[in-house]
């Protein structure tokens, strides 16, 4: 079992809706949980983290993790074309990381 | 702003002949770690350092050894290349082991 599944998509939506991307981890004992955006061909950059049980919004993000059903979810409102790329969910446990393999967003003008 | 470089960006080698990709950091950071990115496969942590002199493997180590000997580089080092590691590979950095990291540029390697 992977340790972090998304997926894949590709998830298309169009531009100022609100665009869903859902992640599930397998060890309870994951940590913390990051959302990172990655342009094709370029390195993944920090969208979001969130620590515990709840939302957390960062302008246009938001952030849901739900610890008992081992699910972090992100929302993307008012998507612009700039916001395509692929999304890739990550977890901590212990001293290591653990990827998804990414869901490809893409926002249609 | 925490800024990862790596060296090269760009490597096209044979099999078997040793190189040595380089990471440096600029914040101080104590954790370090290096990953391959390959479709499908998504990003998988090779190998990370949690402080000086201090490393320890991760999902994929087969095939590569790093050191750690200041703080400010964790070199990556593949003693004979495959053609199975050829890769996107990214260093990236945090404060600690749960804390968010930042990637380096990426090192695009292609073994012949």
């Known amino acids: 079992q992977k340790e972090v599944e998304q997926n894949s998509g590709p998830l298309s939506v169009p531009e100022g809706a609100i665009a869903s991307l859902n992640c599930t981890y397998s060890d309870r004992g994951s940590q913390s949980f990051f959302w990172y955006r990655q342009y094709s061909g370029k390195s993944p950059e920090l969208i979001m983290f969130?620590?515990?049980?709840g939302d957390k919004e960062d302008g246009r993000f938001t952030a849901q993790l739900n610890k008992a059903s081992q699910y972090v979810s992100l929302l993307i409102r008012d998507s612009q074309p700039s916001d395509s790329a692929t999304y890739l969910c990550a977890v901590n446990r212990g001293n290591q990381f653990y990827f998804g393999t990414g869901t490809s967003l893409t926002v249609i003008p | 702003e925490a800024q990862v470089t790596q060296n090269p960006r760009y490597l096209i080698t044979v099999t078997g002949k040793k190189l040595t990709v380089t990471c440096s950091q600029n914040?101080?950071?104590?954790?370090m770690s290096w990953y391959r990115q390959d479709p499908g496969l998504g990003l998988r942590q090779i190998y990370y350092s949690m402080n000086v002199e201090v490393t320890d493997k991760g999902d994929v180590p087969e095939g590569y050894k790093v050191s750690r000997k200041e703080k400010r580089n964790f070199p990556l080092i593949l003693e004979s290349p495959s053609p199975n590691q050829t890769s996107l590979y990214f260093c990236?950095?945090?404060?600690?082991?749960?804390?968010?990291?930042?990637f380096g540029p990426g090192t695009r390697l292609t073994v012949l």
């Open positions: 969130i620590y515990s049980n």
């Open positions: 914040m101080n950071h104590e954790y």
């Open positions: 990236a950095i945090s404060g600690g082991a749960t804390d968010t990291q930042y």
